[in-house]
């Protein structure tokens, strides 16, 4: 029956194998049961409650994609998201409960855009280069959040990253790292979890992480955050912005990190579109219309799928294991925490280096296409934002064609792709344009 229904052997793989990938995906990703909190507490909202709701979220939306788009794809509410969401749009203008409904009308014209197709030919007006280099920038994009967890890279006043020092919880990540390599040399199923565990086990060890005083969650309580939502107040002219900002942030983080991973999880047909690619977006939509009538910021997939599905996870059996493991984090919150970031972080320093194999597909031949897949990886990591990133791959490509005389060449979709990207890259410059303006007037 599990066979049938996830097409197991089809997509070459077993119970086992799905069961591991999903376990992985979950660890590799389960410090958003505590980070999401920390973020939307600053913005006065009850951190208990927002531990039950988080869970809730990735569980309920990545056990969705599991069931009905049968893919090793999870959702939680979007890190980077959440702090637009905290620190950008709750102001003195803005409260949280208002917010909330901005991302609730966001993730309405999402879900409107699905229906239309419009976010399907997104993807498929993005040329073959640009995809895989979406993979690529990801990759070091995920590199680059591992080895800030691990301690290996640290912020610096003059170069703003530099090397950290080695201390003892780098070199007990590092040795996770070094198993985790190993393991992938010889071919064991599972390499990045055992990593994982064996730093952990490490940590524990030598008393760097100390063991909960309870295992079991105090509470449970959704309710001083849950249907609070104010649609009719963020119906307001002055609110676009925050609207718009959250709909384009959100659109091409789901449609980078799904192509990336998609493509991964060998999920492209023959003309490489992606299987069930309509599913997947309408699940993200939805997702984030839930989470904020529940009370979190937008819902989305995670690039750490991609970790899951490097251990093997083709199936929607992988999402499944994933999504039961959040809903269980839900009583057993204080033993997630005890798995430090500096044991999950070499598995995302590993998923790096296993999605920037999509090199090999850019064509660094052709400059009209090498020049904005390079923009497209060098800016998802360095400004720390795949949606930043795609934005000026997008407008660069769009630019080269229109000076080499070649505008013909740029589907209408792609139009508007480089459209979106160029409003949401200058939305926040157009203050200081027009002061400059009046300056030199």
């Keep these: 029956m599990i066979d049938k229904y996830f097409k197991l052997r089809e997509r070459q793989t077993s119970i086992k194998i799905e069961c591991v990938a999903g376990l992985t995906t979950f660890l590799t990703m389960a410090y958003i049961i505590c980070v999401n909190p920390a973020i939307l507490s600053a913005a006065g909202m009850d951190k208990e409650a927002l531990i039950a709701v988080t869970c ?27 702090s637009i969401f905290a620190y950008l749009v709750v102001s003195e203008k803005m409260d949280w409960p208002t917010a909330l ?10 879900l409107i855009l699905t229906g239309l197709g419009l976010r399907r030919r997104i993807v498929e007006a993005i040329p073959t280069s640009l995809i895989s280099a979406i993979g690529v920038g990801i990759g070091l994009f995920i590199t680059f959040i591992g080895l800030q967890d691990l301690g290996l890279i640290v912020s610096d006043e003059n170069t703003l990253v530099t090397a950290g020092p080695v201390t003892s919880t780098v070199l007990i990540g590092l040795l996770g790292l070094l198993v985790m390599v190993y393991l992938e040399i010889k071919k064991v199923t599972g390499s990045l979890l055992v990593g994982i565990a064996t730093a952990t086990v490490l940590a524990i060890v030598f008393r760097l ?5 309870q295992y079991i969650s105090s509470s449970l309580d959704v309710s001083p955050i849950a249907f609070k939502l104010n649609i009719i107040g963020a119906l307001k002219w002055g609110f676009f912005g925050s609207i718009f900002t959250f709909m384009f942030i959100d659109m091409f983080d789901s449609v980078g990190t799904l192509v990336a991973c998609c493509y991964k999880a060998q999920m492209a047909d023959e003309q490489g579109r992606i299987r069930g690619l309509d599913k997947l977006l309408t699940i993200d939509a939805i997702a984030t219309m839930a989470g904020a009538v529940l009370g979190t910021s937008p819902t989305t997939a995670y690039a750490e799928s991609a970790a899951g599905i490097e251990q093997g996870g083709r199936t929607g059996l992988a999402s499944i294991v994933t999504g039961v493991l959040f ?20 598995a995302l320093v590993m998923v790096g280096l296993f999605m920037a194999k999509e090199v090999k597909r850019i064509d660094l031949a052709n400059l009209e296409e090498a020049f904005p897949s390079f923009i497209i990886i060098v800016m998802i990591a360095l400004s720390y934002s795949i949606s930043t990133g795609l934005a000026f791959g997008f407008v660069s490509f769009t630019l080269l064609k229109i000076i080499l005389g070649k505008a013909r060449d740029v589907k209408l979709t792609m139009w508007i792709i480089a459209i979106l990207s160029l409003i949401f890259l200058t939305m926040d410059q157009i203050p200081n344009l027009i002061e400059s303006i009046k300056s030199i007037m």
Excluded: Q, R
């Design 327 to 346: 809903l269980l984090a839900l009583a057993f919150v204080p033993v997630v925490e005890i798995v430090p970031k500096y044991a999950t972080a070499p």
């Design 209 to 213: 992480v100390a063991l909960p005083e």
């Design 101 to 110: 409904g901005v991302v609730f009308i966001a993730g309405l014209f999402f």
């Design 56 to 82: 809730i979220m990735s569980g309920a939306a990545t056990l969705t994609v599991g069931f009905l788009a049968n893919a090793p794809i999870a959702m939680a509410p979007g890190l980077g998201l959440n």
